[in-house]
């Protein structure tokens, strides 16, 4: 397992969470969100032309991986989008808007 490179960017209307995945194809990256919680986790695969080729140096990273970013911020995870362009993956999370802050119900 390896841990890609990730920045999470705060601005005024939602949090950006990138994530370095180079190689990685999008259907073999999963994204889910449970208490505040943002998991990104997914799978990186060897280049098939590399198969039964003798290495002399190997630098780059394989294999599953996971990243689980808490998010301090009230986010509404349903108006959540992702975006992948060329190895670097978005995930913009809107802020809770101020009108939804005021009328949610305390907890105690």
């Known amino acids: 397992m ?5 920045d999470v960017c705060e601005g005024p209307e939602d949090v950006v969470v990138m994530i370095e995945v180079p190689g990685v194809d999008r259907k073999d990256i999963q994204i889910s969100w449970k208490d505040n919680v943002l998991t990104i986790s997914g799978h990186k695969r060897p280049q ?16 599953p991986f996971r990243r689980e970013i808490v998010i301090g911020i009230p986010i509404d995870h349903r108006r959540a989008k992702a975006e992948l362009r060329e190895g670097l993956m978005k995930i913009r ?16």
């Not at 390896?2 to 990730?6: A, G, Q, W």
């Not at 098939?48 to 294999?63: F, L, Q, T």
């Open 2 to 6: 390896y841990l890609p490179n990730i």
């Open 48 to 63: 098939p032309d590399a198969a039964g080729a003798k290495y002399v140096c190997v630098e780059r990273n394989y294999g």
């Open 93 to 108: 999370l809107p802020k809770v808007r101020e009108e939804q802050a005021r009328n949610a119900i305390p907890i105690e």
